[in-house]
């Protein structure tokens, strides 16, 4: 398979550009680094905003989010990139979401067999990775008019810029919520209240509407540094 | 039938789609610019929903299900399919979208240019396919409580999308501070009236 591919983006690139390209040239590095700032899908694109929100009560649930998510898009991204002159335009949407949906199945079952207890906490979102628009919409704006191996610097890319936000949402939840990092305890215990100290947990930050704050936030820092982003 | 009040009150105050779990968040903050396309896109994902969850639920019940298949003979009778629940759940959502979409562009050809691009997205609208996966993992006891709690969850979708639209139909004439125009605000509105649906929370029905 991976033989395969690699013959596929050569020839694709031999095709598309003359004289050859390198592989890591200064636009598909771009591809790669876009997504972190300039053109994040969450803060700028706004996509993929559900499951963002949803999964970050804790650190881990959003890693094991993230790596999946890297997992679908790069593959979908490259599995519509090889199919993209032989679907027909009319009958894409249907053949994206065949493409995402096997994919998923694929990560919730291996994520079932070797995490359960990860799986059980990610639920549907794990299914609903199948409707995250980020998905959907680089397959649309970007495997459906790329060579594959550009395709796949956009999904590794676009996934990890997306990811990077679920982190960051993650990691002020669950410090200020529960006081833990990935269920290590970061703030002593001698600090707590209970312990005679003058801290107690804002339970607060684990309720839902805190995330849509925190992300509200992470735009306004990001904005006010980038100031071309600024809407009016 | 008070099991039913129950589940539609449920499903449009405590376990509202948008505010308790971020469903359908894509389209909720890239459509809810205006009062009437809001009121638009919100009627096409009540309709929606309450037609797939109820189709998805035969489904689930009759094919997907470990030991559903007992209905074809014996032999089938330890058959689990549920691993094929996301595909076939996406596919009834995706044919239904397209059924909505002619429907709208045949009766009302002013809100299909009004939602354009935003009518086929709702296949990919997780409220939509949240709906099917809450209720298979809910396991609604008959096709009725499915049913009901599809029709909930759109008018708890419904509600959320208009009331955002007419705050920032009032929003655009405020003094925000410049980096947090726009998709900034709209976020921590939604944060503060997601804290409001929260006090539907204690209430027991």
Do not use: H
């Amino acid at each position: 398979m991976a033989e395969v591919l690699e013959k596929d983006v050569q020839k694709e690139e031999l095709i598309d550009k003359v004289p050859k390209e390198p592989l890591f040239s200064k636009k598909n590095r771009k591809l790669l680094s876009d997504p972190f700032n300039d053109d994040n899908p969450i803060t700028v694109q706004v996509l993929g905003i559900c499951s963002a929100l949803a999964i970050t009560v804790k650190l881990q649930p959003a890693i094991v989010m993230t790596l999946s998510v890297i997992f679908v898009m790069a593959a979908g991204n490259v599995i519509i990139s090889l199919l993209r002159n032989f679907v027909p335009n009319r009958i894409r949407i249907i053949v994206q979401l065949v493409v995402v949906a096997s994919l998923v199945v694929l990560v919730d079952q291996v994520l079932k067999a070797f995490v359960y207890d990860v799986s059980k906490e990610l639920a549907v979102f794990v299914g609903l990775i199948i409707t995250n628009c980020i998905i959907m919409g680089r397959l649309e704006a970007f495997a459906l008019g790329n060579t594959p191996w550009r395709s796949f610097l956009d999904g590794i890319g676009n996934a990890w810029g997306y990811g990077i936000i679920l982190i960051v949402v993650a990691f002020f939840r669950e410090l200020f919520g529960s006081g833990q990092l990935m269920g290590f305890q970061i703030i002593p215990e001698s600090w707590y209240l209970a312990n005679g100290g003058f801290y107690s947990d804002n339970g607060f930050m684990l309720l839902p509407p805190m995330a849509l704050i925190t992300v509200g936030i992470i735009i306004w820092v990001q904005r006010s540094r980038n100031t071309k982003l600024i809407e009016d | 039938m008070q099991e039913l009040v129950n589940i539609f009150a449920k499903s449009i105050f405590v376990d509202n789609m948008v505010f308790a779990y971020f469903l359908g968040m894509c389209s909720y903050l890239a459509v809810s610019k205006k009062v009437s396309t809001a009121v638009g896109l919100g009627i096409a994902v009540i309709f929606v929903l309450t037609v797939t969850v109820p189709t998805n639920y035969l489904l689930q019940n009759f094919v997907l299900q470990e030991g559903a298949l007992a209905w074809i003979g014996p032999r089938f009778a330890d058959v689990d399919l549920s691993f094929l629940s996301f595909i076939l759940f996406i596919a009834v959502i995706a044919s239904m979208v397209q059924l909505v979409e002619m429907l709208v562009e045949k009766f009302s050809p002013a809100l299909y240019g009004a939602l354009g691009i935003f009518l086929p997205l709702i296949a990919v609208n997780c409220a939509i396919l949240g709906g099917s996966l809450f209720m298979q993992e809910r396991n609604y006891a008959n096709i009725t409580e499915a049913t009901v709690f599809g029709f909930g969850s759109g008018i708890g979708w419904f509600l959320a999308i208009v009331a955002i639209a007419a705050i920032r139909e009032k929003i655009q004439y405020s003094n925000v501070p410049a980096p947090l125009k726009g998709l900034g605000i709209t976020f921590i509105v939604t944060g503060l009236m997601g804290i409001g649906f929260m006090s539907f929370m204690g209430i027991k029905l």
